[in-house]
DNA sequence: TTCATATATGAATGATTGCTCATATATTCA
DNA sequence: TGAATATATGAGCAATCATTCATATATGAA
């Protein structure tokens, strides 16, 4: 009967769940990333910086912005090591810390696409 | 000279940058899905949910938490479409709506792991 | 050194959010 | 139908967070 063998793949399965969930200190790590990526501001740095590296006054302008929130949240993006400085004359330029970031991005979007084709 | 060429190339990027941008409302619906991921309660039931369909209550039970805070969370989730439902008998199992939803998080990982390979 | 400019930072505040508790809804079973 | 079980939902509360404002720090120019 193939009704109990679905049961009782489900009742494994469901047996060995818990461990083998990530531990929670490299969960913590990948929500904090999203956390991260979860807010209009840092998303829209995070693309800013993907077509070249910007000093913070530049991203200010761009998303019209004040300075201060922009430096913030820069910090916590830095926190997280998704982004790195330089300073650059006068200003401190910031840039992506790897391709992977934008990737991520993208992969989302196409998460998204797909979801609109089912309507 | 290469310095003023570097200069250049970066006036002109940081001009078309705005335009660039994706629109705010492609932006929100991404944003959107990384503050959903951007929860621990949420990862875990993701993660669950990559193992095997489950109800509210088995849910529960694996994160060891209310059933009122997991329907919640739910609930949030399936606003997003990132999961799905069906009654199963007594029950209501939940399954992730597409497999991209995994991948993101397996890409997260990899850069969180390329990243402490710098170090 | 002094002034001007660019960035960082701390405190305060309003908004968002995750959980709990109580309760409503819905389905199965007797 | 009535009782039991599974899930959903609304209000309330504490915690988190993004922005602002004021100010500190740091660099470059004169």
Same mark, same amino acid.
């Given at each position: 009967?193939?009704?109990?063998?679905?049961?009782?793949?489900?009742? =494994?399965?469901?047996?060995?769940? =818990?461990?083998?969930?990530?531990?929670?200190?490299?969960?913590?790590?990948?929500?904090?990333?999203? =956390?991260?990526?979860?807010?209009?501001? *840092?998303?829209?740095?995070?693309?800013?910086?993907?077509?070249?590296?910007?000093?913070?006054?530049? @991203?200010?302008?761009?998303?019209?912005?004040?300075?201060?929130? @922009?430096?913030?949240?820069?910090?916590?993006?830095?926190?997280?090591?998704?982004?790195?400085?330089?300073? *650059?004359? *006068?200003?401190?330029?910031?840039?992506?810390?790897?391709?992977?970031?934008?990737? @991520?991005?993208?992969?989302?979007?196409?998460? @998204?696409?797909?979801?609109?084709?089912?309507?």
């Amino acid at each position: 009967m193939p009704e109990q063998n679905f049961e009782m793949e489900h009742q =494994k399965a469901l047996h060995n769940l =818990k461990k083998n969930l990530p531990d929670n200190e490299d969960l913590e790590a990948m929500v904090n990333i999203f =956390k991260a990526f979860g807010d209009m501001t *840092r998303a829209k740095i995070i693309f800013a910086l993907a077509e070249t590296p910007l000093s913070v006054g530049e @991203i200010a302008d761009t998303l019209d912005m004040s300075q201060s929130s @922009i430096s913030h949240q820069l910090s916590i993006l830095k926190g997280l090591n998704l982004v790195s400085n330089a300073r *650059r004359g *006068r200003n401190i330029h910031y840039r992506l810390s790897d391709q992977h970031i934008i990737t @991520i991005f993208k992969q989302t979007q196409d998460h @998204i696409i797909e979801d609109e084709n089912d309507f």
